[in-house]
């Protein structure tokens, strides 16, 4: 069983480009976390996604940032207009869904990150 | 909001001596507190986690301890090694419905041989 999947691994972009970010989840998971870290700082909640669905996006900024979790296909995050302050791993995290699965854990499960430099 | 707050975040102890992490949360209604390890470089891992209904677990050298009065919870890790190294980051999710996971800022420790 594969884990959680991130690409690509490392981006670099200049000022005012776009980046995409790409992650999917372990099999079987149905819900999708990103995070965002900052050198040296903690783990920053941006957006929680079901299938289809954005449950929670209050830690996304409100411009340029957006996700998507298709039916099909992996979870995106895209941010336009890259500025070098958007510098960071970029961590995506699933889960089966706690609170319907009896005896689970509630564990989230990482993919090991994408690094984006923005020049 | 929500707010998860860790302390120390910078922690450094003498190999085989204990290190305890300490958070606090906010909402009364978190009910699953999962710790993980963050080694240089790499993934957040899993190591020990503790539901609401529970006071205390324990898994060899780490140990979790949960107040739910004074909405504390703490990591133990006792004989602590070097390769214990690395940020640790508490959490909690919160059952308002949307049950996402709020990080505590980390704790970096530093095992010294």
């Known amino acids: 069983n594969a884990g959680v999947m991130q690409n690509p691994r490392h981006l670099v972009r200049r000022r005012g480009q776009e980046a995409r970010l790409r992650c999917s989840p372990m099999k079987g998971h149905s819900h999708v976390y990103w995070y965002r870290q900052l050198p040296e700082e903690g783990l920053k909640f941006m957006v929680y996604?079901?299938?289809?669905?954005?449950?929670?996006e209050s830690g996304m900024p409100k411009e340029r940032f957006s996700a998507e979790f298709p039916k099909e296909g992996p979870s995106i995050l895209r941010i336009q207009q890259v500025v070098r302050g958007d510098s960071a791993a970029y961590f995506c995290?699933?889960?089966?869904?706690?609170?319907?699965?009896?005896?689970?854990?509630?564990?989230?499960?990482f993919g090991e990150g994408s690094r984006l430099t923005v020049l | 909001g929500e707010n998860v707050e860790q302390h120390p975040s910078t922690l450094s102890v003498q190999e085989g001596d204990s290190a305890v992490i300490k958070c606090t949360y906010s909402?009364?209604?978190?009910?699953?507190f999962p710790w993980y390890k963050q080694e240089l470089g790499k993934r957040p891992q899993l190591i020990i986690d503790?539901?609401?209904?529970?006071g205390e677990k324990k898994d060899q050298r780490i140990a979790v301890t949960l107040n739910k009065t004074a909405k504390h919870f703490s990591l133990h890790i006792t004989e602590t090694q070097p390769e214990d190294s690395a940020v640790y980051f508490c959490a909690a999710t919160f059952t308002s419905g949307t049950y996402k996971y709020i990080f505590g800022t980390g704790t970096r420790l530093k095992v010294l041989a």
């Open positions: 909402d009364s209604a978190s009910n699953y």
């Open positions: 995290a699933s889960s089966p869904g706690l609170r319907t699965t009896l005896g689970g854990t509630g564990e989230l499960f």
């Open positions: 503790i539901r609401s209904n529970v």
């Open positions: 996604l079901q299938k289809e669905n954005i449950i929670d």
